[in-house]
């Protein structure tokens, strides 16, 4: 009676250790799993974009840089096109300083009203 009883207890122990090798296993797996995705080029890129991002003034002042030097290109190219006459040329130039400017006085208004709106459309 006691050797099956011991038998009993052993096999039971072997089958706890054997659950707990199989979530073990389950765990290793995840978690390689996890680096492998972390490694990927694309999501390391992505999570350093994020480092840097991540504070909302730095966020704030990088709008706000780029707004400032893509506002005056697209009024400069509606003003001149593709004309090859000087006088359009000047005017686009003229047109393109004056916007940049315009818009770097405001741009932090500009970038605060464009986050709020961000905000708004995308919850």
């Given at each position: 009676m006691q050797k099956e009883k011991s038998t009993q207890a052993l096999n039971s122990a072997i089958?706890?250790?054997?659950?707990?090798k199989e979530a073990q296993r389950d765990a290793i797996k995840n978690e390689i799993d996890n680096i492998h995705q972390n490694l990927m080029p694309g999501n390391i890129i992505e999570s350093g974009i994020e480092k840097i991002t991540g504070s909302p003034s730095l966020t704030k002042k990088m709008a706000a840089s780029s707004l400032i030097m893509?506002?005056?290109f697209p009024a400069k190219k509606i003003i001149s096109g593709k004309s090859k006459n000087s006088f359009r040329k000047l005017l686009g130039t003229i047109t393109q300083v004056a916007v940049?400017?315009?818009?770097?006085?405001?741009?932090?208004?500009?970038?605060?009203?464009?986050l709020k709106l961000g905000k708004k459309l995308f919850r």
């Open positions: 089958l706890g250790l054997e659950q707990k893509g506002s005056g940049t400017g315009l818009v770097a006085k405001n741009a932090s208004k500009i970038v605060l009203n464009s």
